[in-house]
């Protein structure tokens, strides 16, 4: 059985991500959405609410699953015996990133293989950031992410208030 680890925090989880899933889904057995638990960002969600929008993203799915971890994703990718860290390409300034990370792991763990996708052209512009910004400005992002995530993007801006300091602001805000 090949099991595959796609990383990342998922705060929130969206389709360019759920695209990048499913897909990573017929070429493994397995697929973990692994969410990372410390990035060093500013979060929306906690880490125990980001697993829970990501487990219900993939219900449906019976060879997707959800976990969090700690630490280096090499490290988890041994503690589960997944072979490959599956990763999604939206833009060229992504492949610069990623080749770096790839490198390192593979310095760390040259027995696991770091494989990439390259998003569908309708997600290029997803990012965690352009949607936690979208909603944070009571825009609609339901083109973005599934009627679940969006509902709980709602409920923890309106909790927030205006006065958040969360979501930095950028030209959307202009």
């Not at 799915?61 to 959800?66: E, T």
């Not at 060229?92 to 990623?98: A, R, T």
């Not at 310095?107 to 936690?132: K, N, P």
């Not at 944070?136 to 992410?145: A, F, H, Q, R």
């Amino acid at each position: 059985m090949v099991r595959a680890v796609f990383p990342g925090t998922f705060d929130p989880i969206h389709y360019g991500h759920m695209d990048i899933a499913h897909r990573a889904s017929r070429l493994f057995d397995e697929i973990v959405i692994a969410v990372y638990d410390k990035p060093l960002k500013t979060l929306v969600f906690s880490p125990k609410e980001r697993i829970e929008l990501a487990t219900i993203s993939f219900a449906n799915d019976s060879n997707i699953r959800v976990m969090g971890y700690s630490g280096l994703t090499v490290e988890f990718c041994k503690q589960i015996d997944a072979q490959v860290i599956v990763r999604g390409l939206r833009v060229f300034s992504d492949f610069e990133y990623e080749f770096r990370m790839a490198l390192a792991n593979h310095r760390i763990s040259s027995d696991i293989e770091v494989m990439a996708l390259i998003t569908h052209e309708e997600h290029t512009f997803l990012s965690g950031s352009t949607v936690r910004e979208i909603a944070s400005l009571e825009g609609d992002v339901s083109s973005m992410v599934p009627p679940h995530v969006e509902s709980a993007l709602k409920a923890r801006f309106l909790e927030l208030g205006d006065e958040q300091d969360i979501v930095p602001t950028s030209s959307l805000r202009d």
